[in-house]
Structure formats: structure tokens, C-alpha cells
């Protein structure tokens, strides 16, 4: 009895730490619900009020009186899902090209790959605004596009999961077959790595689903505006209403997590994969 109990110890130990870590992941979405669901002067008190209130769809009808909500919704969606697409297709293309195809100067390429990724975005922040001011796309969705089309770490991420998920046999079969270079890439390449792109898909929606910085630099006009943008507005200058701006921050969060529960299991499964050489 005393070697059952000994063995069963270390999982409960672990799944009481599994639990306890689930709950503080969260407790951040439950607090905003809270707050979002109160008023500001409940939520202000001390102690404040730790259980949903009944003033959620107040609270979220005010948001929709100040902002075009589900048009900011739509706009987020939209340049997530075009970024999302455009970086899955052109970061495993180049990720097929550095893993698998022989080039000259590939290996110095990759190098300087690598080495733009310690560059801080922010650097580059007045440049491509001016570039975008000359191509005439202030206060277009392209000017948020177009800059996040690839992204280093999509083409590193796809390298190195190619690199460990694709046997150069099977190229080398398709290749016999009389399958081109795009061709196998498309044909063979893709449907193979479907959980590497399943995780660069998650992050990639999620990072510019919360982009805040660029959006607010290049789009002015409120009818082009992301929800981060939007929600930025409905700060006062003389007084904040935090319970309508955690409503709307709530209802913005829903579509992330709806992402992620969708794809959750392939991103876990690209994470596994990729981390093991076959």
C-alpha cells in the first residue's frame, strides 16, 4: 500500500500543479468578465466585486453606441486571416527552398535571415511609413498587409520543420515521378507539414489580431480602424469607463480563443513533431 501510495504522489502533485496553473491562466478572462459585466463604481470599491454582475449587455451596448464595433471586428479579421494566408504560403515556400533545394549562397542568406530578427521592429517603424505614405496607403487595409506578408520567423519556423518532417527520399521519388520543384512543394510538401502550418497559423492570427502599434500609425480613419484601435477610442481624457472598455475587450478576446480551440490540437502537434528528427 505505502509503494501504491508513493507512485501516485508525484501525479498528484502534478495535476494539483496543472489545475492550480490552469485557474491563473484564467483568471485574467474571468476578472474582465467581471469587470466588464459591473460598473466602474462597483468595480472601484474596496473590496471590489469578484462575481459577474448583470451589466454586461449594458456595458456592451454602450461600446456599440460609441464605435463601429463589429466593423473594426471585421477589419481585424480580415487583414489576421490575409496576413495569416500570405505568410503560411510565402514563409513554407522560402522554408522548402532553405531546407531542401541547393542554391549558391543559401546558407549566407539564411544567416542574414536570422539576423534581421534581431533588429527591433520599432526601428523600422518611420521608413516603412514613409514608404507607405509614397505608395498613397495611409488609411488602407493594404498598408497593414503588404508589410507582414513574410515574416522571419515563419521562414525559420517552416525551415526547420521541413528540414525534420520531410525525408529527401520522398523528394527524390517525387522528383522520379516527373513532379517539378513546385509541384512537389505544393503536392507533397504542404499536405505533409499541415501541424507546422497549423502552429505558425495560430501565431501568426494571434500577433496580428493584437497588433496595435502599426495599425495606429497608418490607419487614421475611423472606418478603417482594427478593434485594437477602436477600443484604444473609447478612452475619455477626463474620465474612463473601465467596465465598457473591458466588455469590449472581452468580446474582442472571443474570436482568438475560438481560433485557437479550433486548430489547438494541430498546434500541439506541430510543436511535438518539429521538435523530433526523424
Known amino acids: 500500500m505505502k509503494e501504491v501510495g508513493q507512485k501516485k504522489l508525484p501525479k498528484i502533485l502534478l495535476y494539483t500543479f496543472l489545475v492550480c496553473s490552469s485557474l491563473l491562466s484564467l483568471f485574467p478572462f474571468y476578472w474582465m468578465f467581471v469587470i466588464g459585466s459591473n460598473s466602474t463604481t462597483s468595480v472601484n470599491q474596496f473590496p471590489p466585486a469578484m462575481l459577474p454582475g448583470t451589466q454586461f449587455v449594458e456595458n456592451a451596448m454602450n461600446v456599440f453606441e460609441r464605435i463601429d464595433f463589429f466593423g473594426a471586428m471585421f477589419n481585424s479579421f480580415f487583414i489576421s486571416s490575409a496576413v495569416t494566408l500570405s505568410v503560411l504560403f510565402f514563409c513554407s515556400l522560402a522554408g522548402f527552398a532553405f531546407a531542401k533545394l541547393q542554391f549558391e549562397g543559401k546558407n549566407m542568406l539564411f544567416v542574414f535571415l536570422l539576423a534581421t530578427m534581431m533588429i527591433p521592429p520599432q526601428l523600422g517603424l ?34 526547420q520543420y521541413i528540414s525534420s518532417a520531410i525525408p529527401d527520399e520522398l523528394l527524390e521519388a517525387a522528383r522520379m515521378d516527373g513532379c517539378g520543384t513546385f509541384r512537389t512543394y505544393w503536392n507533397i510538401v504542404l499536405p505533409t507539414v499541415k501541424p507546422g ?28 480602424h482594427t478593434i485594437q484601435i477602436a477600443l484604444r477610442t473609447l478612452n475619455d481624457v477626463f474620465y474612463t469607463d473601465y467596465s465598457m472598455i473591458l466588455a469590449g475587450t472581452f468580446m474582442a478576446t472571443l474570436p482568438i480563443l475560438v481560433v485557437f480551440i479550433l486548430f489547438s490540437r494541430y498546434f500541439i502537434v506541430g510543436l511535438t513533431e518539429g521538435a523530433v528528427k526523424n
Do not use: E, H
Open 197 to 224: 502550418l497549423a502552429t505558425l497559423g495560430i501565431v501568426t492570427f494571434m500577433n496580428t489580431w493584437n497588433d496595435f502599434l502599426w495599425p495606429l500609425v497608418v490607419l487614421k480613419d475611423q472606418s478603417v
Open 126 to 159: 518611420i521608413p516603412s511609413f514613409m514608404i507607405i505614405s509614397k505608395l498613397g496607403w495611409i488609411d488602407t487595409l493594404q498598408a497593414v498587409i503588404v508589410p507582414t506578408m513574410v515574416s522571419a520567423f515563419g521562414v525559420f519556423w517552416m525551415r
